[in-house]
Protein backbone atom coordinates (compact mmCIF):
# COMPACT_ATOMS: atom_id res chain seq x y z
CA UNK A 1 0.00 0.00 0.00
CA UNK A 2 1.26 3.86 -0.98
CA UNK A 3 -0.01 6.23 1.09
CA UNK A 4 0.47 10.58 0.75
CA UNK A 5 0.02 12.87 3.45
CA UNK A 6 -2.97 14.14 3.38
CA UNK A 7 -2.79 17.62 1.76
CA UNK A 8 0.34 16.81 0.04
CA UNK A 9 1.03 18.71 -3.60
CA UNK A 10 -0.62 16.38 -6.23
CA UNK A 11 1.67 14.86 -7.71
CA UNK A 12 1.73 12.85 -11.93
CA UNK A 13 3.52 9.96 -12.77
CA UNK A 14 5.44 9.90 -16.24
CA UNK A 15 3.30 6.78 -17.11
CA UNK A 16 -0.32 8.54 -15.76
CA UNK A 17 0.64 11.81 -17.80
CA UNK A 18 1.49 9.59 -20.81
CA UNK A 19 -1.96 7.80 -20.53
CA UNK A 20 -3.76 10.57 -19.83
CA UNK A 21 -2.84 12.03 -23.13
CA UNK A 22 -3.66 8.90 -24.93
CA UNK A 23 -6.91 8.61 -24.14
CA UNK A 24 -7.68 12.26 -24.04
CA UNK A 25 -6.61 11.81 -28.31
CA UNK A 26 -8.06 8.64 -28.66
CA UNK A 27 -11.86 10.03 -26.94
CA UNK A 28 -11.16 13.07 -29.07
CA UNK A 29 -11.19 10.95 -31.96
CA UNK A 30 -13.82 8.90 -31.23
CA UNK A 31 -16.23 11.90 -30.36
CA UNK A 32 -15.23 13.81 -33.64
CA UNK A 33 -16.30 10.74 -35.58
CA UNK A 34 -19.29 10.13 -33.86
CA UNK A 35 -20.68 13.96 -34.37
CA UNK A 36 -19.54 13.70 -37.67
CA UNK A 37 -22.62 11.07 -38.30
CA UNK A 38 -24.75 14.49 -37.06
CA UNK A 39 -25.00 16.48 -40.62
CA UNK A 40 -25.85 19.73 -38.79
CA UNK A 41 -22.46 19.78 -36.07
CA UNK A 42 -20.38 18.75 -39.26
CA UNK A 43 -21.74 21.51 -41.38
CA UNK A 44 -21.44 23.71 -38.29
CA UNK A 45 -17.24 22.88 -38.58
CA UNK A 46 -17.59 23.24 -42.42
CA UNK A 47 -18.93 26.87 -42.39
CA UNK A 48 -16.61 28.65 -39.93
CA UNK A 49 -13.76 26.57 -41.00
CA UNK A 50 -13.69 25.60 -44.76
CA UNK A 51 -10.89 22.77 -45.54
CA UNK A 52 -9.53 22.96 -42.25
CA UNK A 53 -12.92 21.55 -41.02
CA UNK A 54 -11.39 18.63 -39.89
CA UNK A 55 -8.32 20.04 -37.79
CA UNK A 56 -10.43 22.80 -36.12
CA UNK A 57 -13.36 20.06 -35.13
CA UNK A 58 -10.48 17.85 -33.32
CA UNK A 59 -9.29 20.75 -31.55
CA UNK A 60 -12.65 21.47 -30.29
CA UNK A 61 -13.24 17.59 -28.95
CA UNK A 62 -9.73 17.41 -27.82
CA UNK A 63 -10.66 20.62 -25.49
CA UNK A 64 -14.34 19.13 -24.60
CA UNK A 65 -12.31 15.63 -23.79
CA UNK A 66 -9.84 17.64 -21.22
CA UNK A 67 -12.58 19.48 -19.59
CA UNK A 68 -15.10 16.90 -19.26
CA UNK A 69 -13.29 13.66 -18.82
CA UNK A 70 -10.17 14.37 -17.46
CA UNK A 71 -11.47 17.02 -14.74
CA UNK A 72 -13.74 14.16 -13.65
CA UNK A 73 -10.76 12.17 -13.39
CA UNK A 74 -8.92 14.74 -11.70
CA UNK A 75 -12.15 15.01 -9.13
CA UNK A 76 -11.20 11.26 -8.41
CA UNK A 77 -7.60 11.80 -7.76
CA UNK A 78 -7.55 15.28 -6.36
CA UNK A 79 -9.98 13.99 -3.71
CA UNK A 80 -8.19 10.83 -3.02
CA UNK A 81 -4.95 12.07 -2.60
CA UNK A 82 -6.74 15.15 0.50
CA UNK A 83 -7.95 11.95 2.38
CA UNK A 84 -4.40 10.63 2.12
CA UNK A 85 -4.66 7.85 -0.53
CA UNK A 86 -2.16 6.70 -3.13
CA UNK A 87 -4.54 8.05 -6.93
CA UNK A 88 -3.56 7.45 -10.33
CA UNK A 89 -5.21 7.12 -13.73
CA UNK A 90 -4.88 3.85 -15.39
CA UNK A 91 -5.96 3.54 -19.27
CA UNK A 92 -7.62 0.42 -20.44
CA UNK A 93 -6.89 -0.05 -24.16
CA UNK A 94 -9.85 -2.19 -24.78
CA UNK A 95 -12.15 0.70 -23.43
CA UNK A 96 -10.46 3.05 -25.88
CA UNK A 97 -10.80 0.61 -28.54
CA UNK A 98 -13.86 0.00 -28.02
CA UNK A 99 -14.91 3.35 -27.91
CA UNK A 100 -13.72 3.67 -31.53
CA UNK A 101 -15.84 1.17 -33.07
CA UNK A 102 -18.56 2.12 -31.41
CA UNK A 103 -18.60 5.62 -32.60
CA UNK A 104 -18.40 4.85 -36.25
CA UNK A 105 -21.88 3.19 -35.66
CA UNK A 106 -23.35 6.80 -34.42
CA UNK A 107 -23.14 6.14 -30.26
CA UNK A 108 -20.29 5.65 -27.63
CA UNK A 109 -19.97 3.90 -24.06
CA UNK A 110 -16.58 6.31 -22.92
CA UNK A 111 -14.48 3.77 -20.73
CA UNK A 112 -11.04 4.62 -21.24
CA UNK A 113 -9.95 4.29 -18.05
CA UNK A 114 -10.18 5.02 -14.34
CA UNK A 115 -8.23 6.22 -11.04
CA UNK A 116 -7.12 3.65 -9.26
CA UNK A 117 -6.93 4.69 -5.48
CA UNK A 118 -4.93 2.41 -2.81
CA UNK A 119 -4.54 2.98 1.01
CA UNK A 120 -5.41 1.66 4.51
CA UNK A 121 -8.91 0.62 5.36
CA UNK A 122 -10.69 3.09 2.85
CA UNK A 123 -14.05 3.68 4.37
CA UNK A 124 -17.22 3.24 2.64
CA UNK A 125 -17.88 7.42 3.46
CA UNK A 126 -14.14 8.18 1.88
CA UNK A 127 -15.27 6.01 -1.29
CA UNK A 128 -18.51 7.87 -1.59
CA UNK A 129 -17.20 11.01 -1.53
CA UNK A 130 -14.49 10.17 -4.00
CA UNK A 131 -16.79 8.76 -6.89
CA UNK A 132 -19.60 11.90 -6.08
CA UNK A 133 -16.09 14.44 -7.38
CA UNK A 134 -15.99 13.03 -10.69
CA UNK A 135 -19.68 13.13 -11.34
CA UNK A 136 -20.26 16.59 -9.45
CA UNK A 137 -17.83 17.88 -12.11
CA UNK A 138 -19.92 16.85 -15.45
CA UNK A 139 -23.05 18.70 -13.51
CA UNK A 140 -21.10 21.71 -13.22
CA UNK A 141 -20.03 21.78 -17.09
CA UNK A 142 -23.39 21.22 -17.82
CA UNK A 143 -24.80 23.67 -16.58
CA UNK A 144 -21.78 25.96 -17.94
CA UNK A 145 -23.06 24.25 -21.36
CA UNK A 146 -26.34 24.93 -20.52
CA UNK A 147 -25.61 28.81 -19.83
CA UNK A 148 -24.33 29.23 -23.10
CA UNK A 149 -26.37 27.88 -25.16
CA UNK A 150 -29.07 30.28 -23.67
CA UNK A 151 -26.90 33.37 -23.89
CA UNK A 152 -24.85 32.88 -27.36
CA UNK A 153 -28.18 31.25 -29.26
CA UNK A 154 -28.36 32.43 -32.99
CA UNK A 155 -24.64 33.02 -32.61
CA UNK A 156 -20.90 31.58 -33.90
CA UNK A 157 -20.16 30.35 -30.74
CA UNK A 158 -23.40 28.22 -29.63
CA UNK A 159 -22.26 24.82 -30.80
CA UNK A 160 -19.28 24.63 -28.21
CA UNK A 161 -21.66 24.95 -25.14
CA UNK A 162 -24.03 22.85 -26.97
CA UNK A 163 -21.56 19.89 -27.27
CA UNK A 164 -20.37 20.82 -23.72
CA UNK A 165 -24.22 20.07 -22.22
CA UNK A 166 -24.47 17.12 -24.16
CA UNK A 167 -21.35 15.40 -23.38
CA UNK A 168 -21.67 16.17 -19.78
CA UNK A 169 -25.22 15.77 -18.93
CA UNK A 170 -24.63 12.18 -20.71
CA UNK A 171 -21.33 11.73 -18.62
CA UNK A 172 -23.12 12.78 -15.42
CA UNK A 173 -26.39 10.43 -15.67
CA UNK A 174 -24.09 7.58 -17.21
CA UNK A 175 -21.94 7.85 -13.52
CA UNK A 176 -25.04 8.48 -11.27
CA UNK A 177 -26.29 4.10 -12.46
CA UNK A 178 -26.17 2.51 -9.14
CA UNK A 179 -24.16 -0.68 -10.92
CA UNK A 180 -20.72 -1.26 -10.10
CA UNK A 181 -18.17 -0.22 -11.11
CA UNK A 182 -19.93 3.50 -11.48
CA UNK A 183 -19.44 6.35 -9.26
CA UNK A 184 -23.58 5.61 -8.56
CA UNK A 185 -23.02 2.37 -6.76
CA UNK A 186 -20.23 3.73 -3.78
CA UNK A 187 -22.48 6.94 -3.84
CA UNK A 188 -25.48 4.93 -2.99
CA UNK A 189 -23.79 2.94 -0.54
CA UNK A 190 -22.29 6.05 1.01
CA UNK A 191 -25.09 8.03 1.39
CA UNK A 192 -29.15 7.10 -0.43
CA UNK A 193 -30.17 10.82 0.00
CA UNK A 194 -27.04 12.06 -1.31
CA UNK A 195 -27.75 9.98 -4.15
CA UNK A 196 -31.01 10.42 -5.01
CA UNK A 197 -30.27 13.81 -5.12
CA UNK A 198 -27.16 13.93 -8.03
CA UNK A 199 -29.42 11.21 -9.58
CA UNK A 200 -32.25 14.05 -9.94
CA UNK A 201 -30.21 16.41 -10.90
CA UNK A 202 -28.40 14.64 -13.61
CA UNK A 203 -31.49 13.33 -15.16
CA UNK A 204 -32.66 16.83 -15.49
CA UNK A 205 -29.54 17.80 -16.81
CA UNK A 206 -29.74 15.02 -19.16
CA UNK A 207 -33.46 15.71 -20.37
CA UNK A 208 -32.09 19.68 -21.38
CA UNK A 209 -30.84 18.16 -24.52
CA UNK A 210 -34.23 17.88 -25.02
CA UNK A 211 -35.88 20.43 -23.43
CA UNK A 212 -33.64 22.93 -25.09
CA UNK A 213 -35.02 25.78 -26.97
CA UNK A 214 -34.37 25.44 -31.15
CA UNK A 215 -30.83 26.36 -31.41
CA UNK A 216 -29.34 28.72 -34.33
CA UNK A 217 -26.08 29.14 -34.76
CA UNK A 218 -26.16 31.00 -38.19
Known sequence: MRNITPGQQKRFSTREVREIMISVIVLSLAFMVMF???????????????????????????????????LHEMGHKFVAQDMGYWSEYRMYP????????????????????????SGRNISGKDNGKISIAGPLVNMVLAIIGISGCLLLNHSAFVVPFYLLMSLNGSLALFNMLPFPPLDGSKILAWDRKIYFVCLAISVLLFASFWLMPTLYWA
Open 36 to 70: CRSGSVKNYFEYYLGNIWVIGMFLIMFVLVMLSFV
Open 94 to 117: MGLFLSLVMSMFGFLIAAPGAVYI
